[in-house]
């Protein structure tokens, strides 16, 4: 089967620092990948690199999606090709509320318009999955959220977007026992799709209990240093990162 | 309906001056009192009207240009004096000789092809008409006077605009508030009784629909005791102008206990010099709010004034400020504690992009006998791109040590984090910076009756337009 996302000896730098350094990556459709490595290694910059964040500055290499370069495609375009980054710090945006964002952002990705009062109900549904009340819709986006809250929200929004591809970028970082559970069981319904394809990126595993991963990958001082299927997430349970550092 | 509608004046008979071939009023260059006279017998003045515009105009030669604001001296005096002259009030001039700026945005804020053409002066004014009376009718049967100025005069409430007209605003003021006073011309005047709300906010679409006729306007508002009034200057669009000076005067009196709200959006040509004088005076237990948003011109003179004169008065002031390219905005708002327990607060908001200058300018004076009043003041300055300018002046002058006085300023820019996070969901960078910037003036939106929010959102939109490379 043909890679869904397929990154080829992609090196990133930022800020002229170099972060990533010849990184292969291929995604298969349909399947839950986990990328892991300690602090610093380079996981969330590989995340952003994929939605296109300006900040990193692809040196060399390439990055295919679905069959088309993604290094010529700007942000939204990645966006409405099927591309979702769930951010691990999703900022604040004063005075757009969260349903005119999803609203607009539905609309966009999906080239179509929606009935204001049909699409809130589709919301209402999903709100519900994620203990979010419906309040939360006319708020500004993500503005007095707390770190949990935030982290539903792009829940909602991947739920509601239903991308191609969803990187979830420490989406379990900061949160309590509960919402990592109400976040999961999120996860776990949009991977229910068969179309759907998961990036994972985490440096705890507590998120991936409730969830059937079929490859990881670990990435230490900005390189992918090995691959495996879902075994190895136990394996770093019990050893930690340190046997992948300091190679050199 | 009798007689002739206000309306109709301004586009028709107003201005029934000498014309020469080309339907223009010749006037000599300079201002001189051979033409105040000429006005002042063409507007049929009262006696005292016209004492009072020849000492303006004495005055206005006495003053000097203000110094300490934006650059004004690309303004032709003689140009003024052009102006004076109704050159397209009463005229048919084609919607064709609209700058083809203007045009655009009128189109693209999707204004009623009637609204444009009464606009540009060829009749159809039929629609704002009606609207303006449907409003005059209703507040009317409250004993509410909302009339222009000049047939005021000449009304039972003569008496009240000798008393009241450049009493708050001298034509001593400065430079321009004496040119004012010297050829004022149009505007509003409105009485509301004792004890009486106007529920719905009175507007002065009349404006809009008169171009030549608003440079020199005068609003005159008086609010007697408990009485209340929204009051939103005719700006439902921008307007299209002949001339390049905009010299207008706001004057409103706020008696014991009243409310008034007083709603402005301006979106000037950007070749206007925008001098206008907006002044409130406040009597015990009264409220005035200011809603203000600046989107044109080319150099803007702003800063409505209030002074709090009577016990636990207060004022509240919200306004947005826009510079684009070639745009010097200076705005911003003064206010005056002269009595005890008055109070202030002050949100202002800028914005400043291709290069605009966007200036916030306020003084806040607490006299000696305002103990227990307080101010709050809340700038907030939003930089587009690294050309642009923003810069905040506040004044505090504080005489009374029993005062409670804060001011919060926060200059800056959109982050690329932020237009990242946006255009991950799939909005471009120009959807994504033109949302940013929208929900930054939100909160001067909210306070606006929902179509002049929907007009500032538009009016947004259309300044975004193509700022992305």
């Known amino acids: 089967?043909?890679?869904?996302?397929?990154?080829?000896?992609?090196?990133?730098?930022?800020?002229?620092?170099?972060?990533?350094?010849?990184?292969?990556?291929?995604?298969?459709?349909?399947?839950?990948?986990?990328?892991?490595?300690?602090?610093?290694?380079?996981?969330?910059?590989?995340?952003?690199?994929?939605?296109?964040?300006?900040?990193?500055?692809?040196?060399?290499?390439?990055?295919?999606?679905?069959?088309?370069?993604?290094?010529?495609?700007?942000?939204?375009?990645?966006?409405?090709?099927?591309?979702?980054?769930?951010?691990?710090?999703?900022?604040?945006?004063?005075?757009?509320?969260?349903?005119?964002?999803?609203?607009?952002?539905?609309?966009?990705?999906?080239?179509?318009?929606?009935?204001?009062?049909?699409?809130?109900?589709?919301?209402?549904?999903?709100?519900?999955?994620?203990?979010?009340?419906?309040?939360?819709?006319?708020?500004?986006?993500?503005?007095?959220?707390?770190?949990?809250?935030?982290?539903?929200?792009?829940?909602?929004?991947?739920?509601?977007?239903?991308?191609?591809?969803?990187?979830?970028?420490?989406?379990?970082?900061?949160?309590?026992?509960?919402?990592?559970?109400?976040?999961?069981?999120?996860?776990?319904?949009?991977?229910?799709?068969?179309?759907?394809?998961?990036?994972?990126?985490?440096?705890?595993?507590?998120?991936?209990?409730?969830?059937?991963?079929?490859?990881?990958?670990?990435?230490?001082?900005?390189?992918?240093?090995?691959?495996?299927?879902a075994s190895l997430i136990d394996d770093v349970n019990a050893h930690g990162f340190e046997r992948y550092l300091s190679r050199e | 309906m009798n007689g002739k509608t206000y309306l109709d004046e301004i586009s028709h008979?107003?201005?029934?001056?000498?014309?020469?071939?080309?339907?223009?009023?010749?006037?000599?260059?300079?201002?001189?009192?051979?033409?105040?006279?000429?006005?002042?017998?063409?507007?049929?003045?009262?006696?005292w009207m016209r004492e009072f515009r020849l000492r303006s105009l004495e005055q206005y030669h006495r003053l000097s240009v203000p110094d300490w604001g934006p650059d004004i001296s690309g303004l032709n005096i003689d140009n003024i004096v052009t102006y004076v002259r109704p050159k397209n009030a009463g005229m048919t001039p084609k919607w064709s000789d609209v700058p083809s700026e203007i045009r655009e945005t009128f189109e693209r804020l999707g204004i009623p092809q009637a609204e444009r053409e009464s606009l540009a002066g060829v009749g159809a004014q039929y629609d704002s008409e009606l609207v303006y009376h449907n409003v005059r009718e209703e507040v009317a049967a409250q004993g509410v006077i909302y009339t222009d100025l000049e047939s005021a005069l000449h009304g039972p409430c003569a008496e009240m605009i000798r008393t009241h007209f450049m009493h708050l605003v001298p034509s001593t003021d400065h430079k321009f508030a004496a040119l004012h006073g010297a050829v004022w011309s149009g505007g509003s005047f409105v009485y509301v009784p004792r004890g009486v709300s106007v529920e719905i906010p009175l507007q002065s679409y009349f404006r809009l629909n008169a171009p030549g006729a608003g440079q020199f306007e005068h609003t005159l508002i008086i609010v007697d005791e408990g009485a209340s009034l929204h009051f939103i200057e005719g700006c439902s669009a921008p307007k299209y102008n002949v001339a390049n000076l905009h010299a207008g005067c706001v004057e409103l009196y706020v008696e014991k206990n009243a409310h008034l709200r007083y709603s402005t959006i301006e979106n000037w040509s950007k070749n206007m010099y925008n001098l206008n004088t907006k002044r409130a005076i406040v009597r015990e237990g009264g409220v005035m709010e200011w809603v203000s948003g600046s989107f044109g011109s080319?150099?803007?003179?702003?800063?409505?004034?209030?002074?709090?004169?009577?016990?636990?008065?207060?004022?509240?002031?919200?306004?947005?400020?826009?510079?684009?390219?070639?745009?010097?905005?200076?705005?911003?708002?003064?206010?005056?504690?002269?009595?005890?327990?008055?109070?202030?607060?002050?949100?202002?908001k800028s914005i400043s992009k291709s290069g605009g200058i966007s200036t916030y300018r306020s003084a806040v004076t607490v006299n000696p006998g305002a103990?227990?009043?307080?101010?709050?003041?809340?700038?907030?300055?939003?930089?587009?791109?690294?050309?642009?300018?923003?810069?905040?002046?506040?004044?505090?002058?504080?005489?009374?040590?029993?005062?409670?006085?804060?001011?919060?300023?926060?200059?800056?820019?959109?982050?690329?984090?932020?237009?990242?996070y946006l255009m991950s969901r799939g909005l471009s960078e120009e959807e994504a910076r033109t949302r940013i910037v929208s929900g930054f003036a939100d909160s001067v939106s909210k306070e606006l009756p929902l179509e002049y929010a929907v007009e500032m959102n538009n009016l947004i939109r259309l300044e975004m337009k193509g700022t992305i490379g």
């Open chain 1, 1 to 229: 089967m043909s890679a869904l996302l397929s990154v080829c000896n992609l090196s990133v730098q930022i800020n002229e620092q170099p972060i990533l350094h010849h990184i292969h990556l291929e995604l298969a459709p349909g399947k839950v990948h986990v990328l892991m490595g300690p602090n610093g290694a380079g996981k969330s910059t590989l995340g952003n690199v994929i939605m296109g964040n300006p900040a990193c500055s692809v040196t060399e290499g390439s990055m295919f999606f679905n069959g088309s370069d993604l290094l010529g495609l700007s942000v939204d375009q990645r966006a409405k090709a099927g591309i979702f980054l769930s951010f691990q710090n999703p900022l604040e945006v004063p005075g757009i509320s969260l349903f005119s964002f999803l609203k607009s952002a539905y609309e966009l990705t999906r080239d179509t318009h929606v009935r204001l009062w049909q699409f809130r109900k589709q919301l209402s549904a999903t709100l519900g999955d994620l203990a979010l009340d419906e309040s939360y819709l006319d708020r500004d986006l993500n503005v007095g959220f707390s770190g949990g809250e935030k982290k539903k929200a792009e829940i909602l929004q991947m739920l509601t977007l239903s991308p191609k591809l969803a990187i979830l970028d420490e989406t379990d970082s900061g949160l309590d026992v509960d919402a990592v559970r109400t976040v999961s069981h999120g996860i776990a319904r949009y991977m229910e799709d068969a179309g759907h394809t998961l990036l994972i990126i985490t440096h705890s595993t507590r998120i991936l209990e409730s969830l059937h991963v079929d490859r990881v990958h670990i990435l230490a001082e900005g390189h992918i240093v090995h691959e495996g299927d």
């Open chain 2, 298 to 348: 080319h150099v803007s003179y702003l800063y409505p004034t209030t002074i709090l004169a009577g016990a636990k008065a207060q004022m509240n002031y919200t306004g947005i400020t826009f510079a684009g390219a070639g745009q010097n905005l200076d705005t911003g708002m003064k206010v005056i504690h002269s009595a005890p327990d008055t109070a202030s607060v002050i949100h202002a």
């Open chain 2, 13 to 47: 008979s107003r201005y029934d001056f000498r014309y020469d071939e080309d339907g223009y009023f010749k006037v000599d260059q300079g201002l001189n009192e051979d033409i105040i006279l000429e006005i002042s017998r063409e507007k049929n003045d009262p006696e």
């Open chain 2, 371 to 420: 103990a227990g009043s307080k101010s709050t003041a809340n700038c907030e300055s939003l930089m587009l791109d690294s050309d642009s300018r923003s810069d905040t002046i506040p004044v505090m002058d504080i005489r009374t040590a029993d005062a409670d006085i804060g001011h919060e300023a926060r200059i800056g820019r959109i982050s690329s984090e932020a237009i990242f």
